[in-house]
């Protein structure tokens, strides 16, 4: 009971933080008139741009405070903060100035380098039929790699509200219940249960309807976040099986547009009729993207349905992959 008891304040700080920086960020922003069309509604609405790097803050501040109550060292620490804060930065400058896709996808290697820097990893990932695999010289370059694919990843899947955050809670929320499950390090089920907490509240301003963007440095951090589970909690093999809802959409878009264009840069997937029912588009030069695949099995869906129906699917993933990985034998 006193264990749990020390965790509740550094869990309490990153829950109650996350929603009022998003609103305070919220606030300056439309008093500064930085706003953004919610193009997915019939109606004119606009949002404040770019909020997400609450949630950076929030998981620091939550890391912080659990670090300095010696529930977790040093290195883990300053490792996870150092990776949220690069991809914050180039998030914002992709927000205020524009980025190439080539150069986000070289970018995007940035946040791996405090945790490959500081050591916190292990280079024997759980891979199944194989077990824990000896990959000394190649993991480093797996884990540089799986930052810039996760980042640009959920920068490609972030269109609609509460999609990428929604998505995201599916999989930290699994990895966080098999942790337990499996009784893993204590280090492991804290850096999940912050990231939870923060995730969580902060979804409710990005659901529908969305009265904040998550924004380019939005995206960044919840990538580099899902990676950094990943890779510090030893679940490599879950967060590949858990989101191939995120690697599907990116892979049919890249295949689509043969070639890295950013999502600004192309036809829109999606048409939108006044009613609000959105259909997919019928132009040859829009992407192929999940969104699209899923109003056409749908026939049409409004922005509300086609979330939902694209987060169950996401769910569905992660508990699906938690417990298959479960019972093929991983241990943390």
């Known amino acids: 009971m006193l264990s749990i008891a020390r965790f509740l304040p550094p869990l309490l700080l990153a829950a109650v933080s996350s929603p009022l920086i998003a609103f305070a960020i919220a606030r300056a922003e439309v008093s500064r008139g930085i706003v953004c069309r919610d193009v997915h509604k019939p109606y004119d609405v606009r949002v404040p741009c770019f909020a997400g790097p609450a949630l950076a803050v929030a998981i620091v501040a939550g890391l912080g405070a659990m670090y300095s109550l010696g529930l977790i060292g040093l290195g883990r620490f300053l490792a996870i903060s150092l990776s949220l804060a690069i991809a914050v930065v180039i998030g914002l400058v ?71 955050v929604g998505g995201s809670l599916s999989i930290v929320g699994a990895s966080l219940a098999l942790a337990i499950a499996l009784r893993a390090p204590l280090s492991y ?97 829009a992407p192929l993207t999940l969104v699209r695949v899923a109003l056409a099995l749908l026939g049409g869906a409004d922005e509300r349905r086609l979330v939902r129906a694209i987060l169950i699917a996401y769910l569905t993933n992660a508990a699906a992959a938690a417990a298959l990985v479960a019972a093929m034998g991983y241990r943390p």
């Open 94 to 164: 992709d927000d205020v100035r524009g980025l190439s896709a080539r150069a986000k996808i070289g970018l995007g290697l940035l946040p791996a380098i405090p945790v490959l820097a500081l050591h916190q990893f292990v280079p024997r990932p759980w891979i199944p039929f194989f077990g824990h695999a000896r990959m000394y010289l190649v993991y480093p370059l797996l884990v540089l790699a799986a930052y810039t694919v996760f980042c640009n990843g959920a920068n490609m899947i972030d269109t609609h509200n509460g999609l990428l």
């Open 189 to 285: 089920v804290e850096t999940l249960a912050v990231a939870i907490c923060a995730l969580a509240p902060y979804a409710v301003l990005n659901i529908y309807p969305a009265r904040i963007f998550n924004g380019n440095s939005g995206s960044f951090v919840i990538g580099a976040l899902l990676a950094t589970c990943a890779i510090t909690c030893r679940m490599e093999s879950l967060y590949v099986l858990g989101n191939m809802v995120l690697f599907v959409n990116g892979l049919l878009y890249l295949v689509s547009v043969r070639g890295f264009l950013q999502k600004e840069h192309v036809k829109r997937p999606t048409t939108v009729e006044p009613s609000g029912e959105m259909k997919p588009s019928c132009d040859p030069r």
